[in-house]
Nanobody
């Protein structure tokens, strides 16, 4: 059974940092490209960052230089280090494979507010 479990969200002040985790099971994690998405209230889900099976990374312009995606294949886990957080980063963050599986985890909520 495929499971994607996001964690690590929370409330943080502008300029603060959070580290999100995505624990995957039921998939051949190491051979999959993996993505972080986010969905803000009233907006479409958007791709935030991607890491390929070989470790190459790509970021949305809005997070470039602030967010870092990484993976630990031994733990079947992907991470998103988020620094210099802004109120516009408020969203529920999700992970999935590339291309995305038809199932999604519950996501983890990131709230940036003073």
């Amino acid at each position: 059974q495929v499971q994607l479990v996001e964690s690590g969200g929370g409330l943080v002040q502008p300029g603060g940092s959070l580290r999100l985790s995505c624990a995957a099971s039921g998939i051949a994690f190491s051979i999959n490209n993996m993505d972080w998405y986010r969905q803000a209230p009233g907006k479409e889900r958007e791709l935030v960052a991607r890491i390929t099976s070989r470790g190459s990374t790509r970021y949305a312009d809005s997070v470039k230089g602030r967010f870092t995606i990484s993976r630990d294949n031994a733990k079947n886990t992907m991470y998103l280090q988020m620094n210099s957080l802004k109120p516009e980063d408020n969203a529920v963050y999700y992970c999935n494979t590339d291309p995305p599986l038809p199932i999604w985890g519950k996501g983890t909520l990131v709230t940036v507010s003073s």
